[in-house]
């Protein structure tokens, strides 16, 4: 079965260091790998994915994540944390086709930044 | 203004009614998923369709039903079989066109109370 684990609860930081948000994962065949954002009482905001090709991918709002395929690990990096980066951030695995491509969520990072 | 609409954001009902959320897209995807949200849980599959008229039950249908008489609309019941009812109930589409499967996009989520 795809699944991923999100071993960190809450993650704080001060404004302007560097974030990471963990994440692991474990599939049988090469892995679809994507982290989502949500802000409190909203929907889940993509972020970024992993199919194939670089190692590192940029997404939005200044986030990149780094697929480490000896590590099984795809975590969130950020330069310069915001406060406005404050939420809950998920890693999630797409499944197969006989689970109409359905994904497979980390239990959630939640990130405080603060001022 | 594409996107997924859900209605209502908040919904409150007794114990052994069944209610119906509604999830509407206009992105023109083929696939459109129902998943559950509980605190510390990440989110969980309910139900998923990938084209009209058809629908598969996911990791936990019990006690739920969705219809897809229309490519735009995929309505969640939850009848009064669901043990736990109140969630947050996240509804997700995506297109299934080659190197975008999986990538989906949320809905703002509908509460529901259940008491």
């Known amino acids: 079965a795809q699944s991923v684990a999100q071993p960190e609860d809450q993650v704080n930081v001060a404004e302007g260091n560097p974030l990471t948000v963990k994440c692991t994962y474990s599939v049988s065949g090469n892995p679809y790998l994507f982290w989502y954002v949500q802000y409190p009482n909203r929907g889940l905001q993509f972020l970024l994915k992993?199919?194939?090709?670089?190692?590192l991918v940029k997404g939005s709002y200044g986030f990149e994540a780094e697929f480490n395929k000896s590590q099984t690990s795809f975590h969130l990096k950020k330069p310069s944390a915001l406060v406005s980066d404050s939420a809950l951030y998920f890693c999630a695995v797409r499944g197969p086709s006989n689970s109409g491509y359905a994904l497979n969520f980390g239990k959630g990072t939640s990130l405080l930044v603060t001022p | 203004d594409g996107g997924i609409t859900q209605s209502p954001k908040y919904l409150f009902r007794k114990e052994g009614q069944n209610v119906t959320l509604s999830c509407e897209q206009n992105?023109?995807?083929?696939?459109m998923y129902w998943y559950r949200q509980d605190p510390g849980q990440g989110l969980r599959l309910i139900y998923y369709s990938q084209i009209v008229n058809d629908f598969q039950k996911g990791d936990i249908a019990e006690g739920y039903s969705v219809s897809r008489e229309k490519k735009e609309s995929f309505p969640l019941t939850v009848t009064s079989a669901q043990k736990n009812p109140t969630a947050f109930y996240l509804c997700?589409?995506?297109?299934?066109?080659?190197?975008?499967?999986?990538?989906?996009?949320f809905g703002p989520g509908t509460r529901l109370t259940v008491t």
């Open positions: 997700a589409s995506s297109t299934l066109r080659q190197g975008r499967k999986g990538e989906q996009y």
């Open positions: 992105l023109n995807h083929d696939a």
């Open positions: 992993y199919i194939t090709g670089d190692n």
